[in-house]
């Protein structure tokens, strides 16, 4: 049975957009992180209240969104930084290679369905690395169903990137 958090009736929160019984704008934590991370959020995502890639936006200030419109282009030059080694993290990338220093790194996360991170995937593929995680366990994001075991939410990836990278401490603030 779908959860009620996505209706569009429900009051919300004017700043994170979750209904107000899960309100997370008290807990609020601006993180610095020493990665890149940009988020590519599909347009539709863009405007479900429990998308964690506006989240990952809000927390880590440093951080920038792009909208994915499949009938426009996308602009390789406003989204890969010149000068930091590109991985893009999808399940179907090779293992993070070890002591990449995080501040050579950007990390370009794909935010949508799981359809919707494939085609926006066929969009960036050949702009840098793609990278997969083995994320172990369920996911704990409980504001939505996911599609399937082993998936993960986009918040959920970048903590597993986080703890792969040994940010220990961004890991820790973002878990929170």
Not at 12 to 26: F, G, L, N
Not at 37 to 59: A, C, K, M, Q, Y
Not at 64 to 89: C, E, S
Request: proline letters at 7%; hydrophobic letters at 40%; glycine letters at 8%.
């Amino acid at each position: 049975m779908p959860r009620s958090v996505v209706r569009e009736s429900a009051p919300r929160c004017e700043r994170c957009r979750y209904a107000h019984r899960w309100c997370i704008c008290e807990g609020f934590e601006s993180i610095d992180c020493p990665l890149r991370i940009d988020v590519l959020i599909h347009h539709r995502e863009f405007w479900r209240p429990t998308s964690t890639g506006r989240l990952i936006n809000r927390v880590i200030p440093s951080s920038r969104g792009h909208v994915f419109r499949h009938d426009l282009p996308l602009n390789r030059a406003a989204i890969v930084r010149p000068g930091h080694t590109l991985w893009i993290l999808h399940p179907l990338g090779e293992a993070p290679p070890s002591g990449a220093p995080p501040a050579d790194l950007q990390v370009l996360l794909l935010d949508g369905s799981w359809r919707e991170a494939a085609r926006m995937m066929h969009g960036v593929e050949h702009w840098g690395r793609p990278v997969s995680l083995s994320l172990a366990g369920a996911s704990r994001y409980l504001l939505r169903d996911q599609q399937g075991g082993g998936k993960h939410s986009t918040v959920e990836a970048l903590l597993g990137l986080l703890e792969t990278m040994g940010l220990a401490a961004q890991h820790a603030q973002l878990r929170r």
